[in-house]
Every structure is written in structure tokens, then in C-alpha cells.
């Protein structure tokens, strides 16, 4: 099992109901089961158009109507083979468009739940406490600043003494 099935599996039944559509868990995996029935389908046709082409060239010369209705059986298993190949391709395309659709909507619900638990943060901050307290580690800073450049600078001691 793939690690988006895994992601996208869950979710009730009834509560799906009580919304009124279905959920997109149990979307995807309808998606998923009817692209599974088509590729098996496929599979099947793909193998009947092998069998025709085989029954045609059998046939060849020796009985050209037989090999004419193995071709024109095969004609028609190419047809229904296109045919699902475009039903295949607009699953994919709705299944992959739910899986990102599913995936924004929990991104949003979690950036809602992140703005939130910032905006509790940010509820006992008062802008003019957070500027004096910035101004405060400047002035802090400076004194520090100043002390280290007393301590580190040469003061005269031995210019003090004139010869």
C-alpha cells in the first residue's frame, strides 16, 4: 500500500452520510477500485488483440475471410482499448485533483490551528513593553560594550612615566 493511500485512509462511513456526499477517503478509493477494474480490462483486451492478430496471420492466405474477421474483431478490441485509456486518463486526472484538494484542505486546517495557537501567544505581548525591553538590551549592550573596550584598551601605564 502506497504512503498517499495510507495518508488518504479513514474516515466513517455514517458521517459521510450525515453530510450529504461522500468523504474524500471514500472517493479515492472508489477511484481507485474502478481504475483497477479498467487496467484489468485492459489487460484482458490487450491479450484478445494478441489472439486475433495471431488467429489472422494463421489464417493469411489460406482463408482470407477468417483472417478478415480476426482483423476487423481486433479493430474493434483497439477501439474499446482507446476508449479506456481515456476513461483511464480522466480517473487519474479526478483522483489526482481530490488527493490535492484533500491535501490544501488539511494544509488550511492546519496553518487555522497555527495562526490560532500564535494569536494565544501573542495575546499577553504589548508592543510599547517589547520596545522598552529592546531599548533596555541596547543600553545594556552599550555599557557592556564600554566596559570590554576599558578593560581592553591600553591605558598608559607605562606612558605615565616620563624619563
Given at each position: 500500500m502506497s504512503k498517499?493511500?495510507?495518508?488518504?485512509?479513514?474516515?466513517?462511513?455514517?458521517?459521510?452520510?450525515?453530510?450529504?456526499?461522500?468523504?474524500?477517503?471514500?472517493?479515492?478509493?472508489?477511484?481507485?477500485?474502478?481504475?483497477e477494474m479498467l487496467s484489468k480490462k485492459q489487460e484482458y483486451l490487450e491479450t484478445r488483440i494478441e489472439r486475433e492478430l495471431a488467429a489472422a496471420r494463421h489464417h493469411g492466405t489460406k482463408n482470407k475471410r477468417a483472417a478478415l474477421q480476426a482483423l476487423k474483431r481486433k479493430k474493434r478490441y483497439e477501439k474499446q482499448l482507446s476508449q479506456i485509456d481515456g476513461t483511464l486518463s480522466t480517473i487519474e486526472f479526478q483522483r489526482e485533483a481530490l488527493e490535492n484538494s484533500h491535501t490544501n484542505t488539511e494544509v488550511l486546517k492546519n496553518m487555522g490551528y497555527a495562526a490560532q495557537a500564535m494569536k494565544k501567544v501573542h495575546e499577553n505581548m504589548?508592543?510599547?513593553?517589547?520596545?522598552?525591553?529592546?531599548?533596555?538590551?541596547?543600553?545594556?549592550?552599550?555599557?557592556?560594550?564600554?566596559?570590554?573596550?576599558?578593560?581592553?584598551?591600553?591605558?598608559?601605564?607605562?606612558?605615565?612615566?616620563?624619563?
Open positions: 498517499i493511500s495510507k495518508f488518504f485512509k479513514g474516515g466513517g462511513s455514517s458521517a459521510s452520510k450525515g453530510r450529504g456526499g461522500p468523504s474524500p477517503q471514500e472517493a479515492l478509493a472508489r477511484l481507485r477500485e474502478t481504475e504589548d508592543l510599547n513593553k517589547i520596545d522598552d525591553l529592546m531599548q533596555d538590551i541596547t543600553e545594556q549592550q552599550d555599557v557592556a560594550q564600554e566596559i570590554s573596550d576599558a578593560i581592553s584598551s591600553r591605558t598608559a601605564f607605562g606612558d605615565e612615566f616620563d624619563e
